[in-house]
């Protein structure tokens, strides 16, 4: 699939309580991203160099230096600028005077033409006498849809004020509404599953709640253009072959960090009993027990040099087990549990007889699929400090996935074990009543607060960019909320089966059986927010839903 170039601009305003932004929401029959709000955006145009003659400011190789470009960066600029008039009716340009146009000004009878491609920026320019000032947008952001959705996007994103005296406008086609709103409201909005803002809109909003003041925000974005990351094909290998990975494959974040300098080393593929080192003082063991719900296997770590901490060590596989008392020589000083599912904790037990270790955890909860045998001697608080040789442990209580579950914070490598509470390449399952929709999406927020670098999930590969890894999550589950709400508010007072066939109706029918149990939990989640109730196993929406 091509991977088309666009651009966004993000428009800001001062008042009196702050900075706002303006959002567009994208219509309900939209290919991608329906009913989501975003910024004005969209592909550059093949015509955008034309509008080059127009422009003011800085050159396209300055521009495009910025943005590690060999050329063409003024071209994105130029295709925000002009995304921007077509989507909300707002044109960052300023007239033969100098002057920036207002409301009034007649290129705004325009609009619709250079929304229908009848006329490109160049030619707006060229018919009312403007210019383009380049120089005041600043680069913000740069976002590469990842694969899955049908259309893929390589996204610059920009900032700038909003010229004063010129009103935003929906286009009514392609957006069907539009608010101005401060970051932190759409920030709770957000949460709240009231608006649904994608990946890059979240991060970016998150960006700008950092700023009182446009001004103060345009000289952080002229100052700190965004960081550089690999976007090539990486060098690895895989069943003894050397392989090129594309951005996005499952290893790529692992391949970029634990081989900089593309040597192609490292391995495209977990193989069960064979070590990784991950970071120092670090190991990846991997227990052989690869399935639907455990991908490649259930990964354990080895932390330590010389004494050892094994963080879950799975399943009670006797070739498992004996793999991890030969690579810790049997020096093993404690044991760290995430949660009592049946393969992440049962191989305590063995451990615990065969070295004395101490263990850490929470004690299994009621229902089935728990490990009965797990016995902590010490059950850490949220934030207690957990000494081991790779560094300190911060335990993290994230229920959600599990009443117990703990993540652990590697201090130092600021490296997240994240247990099966953000897995890759597989939607965590939350299944009542253990499980629990609002306490995982609660947990996921709390993450944002601490400083990570990278996670090592229970499954999978190290996965980079925790921040937007996180803010994926989060999205994702919020839009399927949104799914069942919708769905409720249609078609209730529903059961919960006639539910999931609405709301689930993009998954297939097979799976609907496991589908209901997420839908189970997202209503549970709309019941303790006040926007749905149960009656005798039939869900009513609320007048808030």
């Known amino acids: 699939m091509d991977i088309r170039p666009a651009a966004t601009l993000v428009l800001t305003r001062d008042t009196e309580n702050g900075v706002e932004v303006l959002l567009l929401q994208r219509t309900w029959d939209a290919v991608f991203l329906p009913g989501y709000f975003v910024f004005p955006g969209g592909a550059v145009d093949q015509q955008e160099s034309m509008a080059r ?14 943005m590690s470009l060999d050329e063409g960066g003024a071209d994105y600029m130029l295709a925000a600028v002009r995304e921007c008039f077509e989507e909300a009716g707002i044109l960052v340009a300023i007239d033969d005077n100098g002057q920036p146009i207002g409301g009034e000004h007649a290129v705004h009878g325009d609009r619709d033409a250079v929304f229908r491609g009848e006329l490109s920026l160049a030619d707006l320019c060229q018919r009312h006498g403007l210019a383009i000032p380049l120089d005041r947008l600043a680069y913000l952001s740069h976002w590469t849809t990842p694969p899955g959705p049908p259309r893929r996007f390589d996204t610059r994103f920009f900032v700038a004020a909003a010229p004063e005296g010129q009103l935003a406008s929906h286009d009514g086609t392609e957006t069907i509404d ?3 709103i401060s970051p932190e409201q759409a920030l709770e909005d957000h949460r709240s599953g009231r608006r649904l803002l994608g990946l890059p809109t979240l991060r970016t909003v998150r960006v700008l709640s950092d700023f009182q003041t446009t001004e103060a925000l345009m000289r952080y974005a002229h100052a700190n253009p965004p960081e550089t990351y690999p976007s090539k094909p ?12 594309e951005p996005g494959a499952p290893a790529y974040d692992e391949a970029t960090r634990l081989d900089p300098e593309g040597e192609g080393s490292t391995r495209a593929e977990i193989v069960p009993g064979e070590p990784v080192e991950i970071a120092a003082g670090v190991i990846r063991l991997t227990a052989p027990n690869p399935g639907m719900m455990t991908g490649p296997g259930t990964n354990t770590y080895l932390l330590g040099h010389e004494r050892f901490t094994v963080l879950d060590p799975g399943p009670d596989d006797a070739v498992h087990i004996e793999r991890i008392l030969e690579l810790t020589g ?3 000083d404690q044991v760290v549990v995430t949660h009592t599912h049946p393969d992440h904790s049962p191989a305590t037990a063995t451990l615990k007889a065969r070295t004395g270790c101490r263990v850490f955890g929470l004690p299994a909860p009621e229902g089935p699929s728990q490990d009965r045998t797990f016995a902590p001697d010490d059950e850490p608080e949220h934030g207690d400090l957990i000494v081991t040789e790779a560094g300190l442990l911060k335990t993290l209580h994230t229920p959600g996935h599990a009443s117990n579950h703990i993540c652990y914070l590697l201090e130092g490598p600021n490296l997240l074990f994240s247990g099966d509470h953000i897995m890759q390449g597989s939607t965590v399952v939350i299944n009542p009543p253990d499980g629990d929709m609002k306490a995982y999406l609660d947990a996921l927020y ?3 607060g601490e400083s990570i670098r990278v996670i090592a999930p229970a499954h999978g590969f190290l996965m980079g960019y925790p921040e937007a890894v996180i803010d994926f999550l989060i999205t994702h589950r919020l839009a399927r909320e949104h799914k069942v709400a919708k769905a409720l508010k249609q078609h209730g007072p529903a059961t919960l089966k006639d539910l999931t066939t609405h709301a689930y109706d993009d998954v297939p029918a097979a799976i609907h059986g496991l589908a209901a149990r997420s839908a189970l939990a997202h209503l549970l989640k709309l019941e303790t927010d006040g926007r749905a109730r149960q009656t005798d196993e039939v869900w009513h929406a609320t007048r808030t839903t």
């Open 53 to 66: 003659a127009h422009a003011m400011g800085p050159a396209d190789t300055e521009i495009s230096q910025i």
């Open 330 to 332: 049997g020096v093993i």
């Open 178 to 180: 539009h608010l101005w």
């Open 446 to 448: 709390d993450l944002l």
């Open 234 to 245: 990486w060098p690895a290998q895989k069943k003894g072959q050397s392989v090129m990975l």
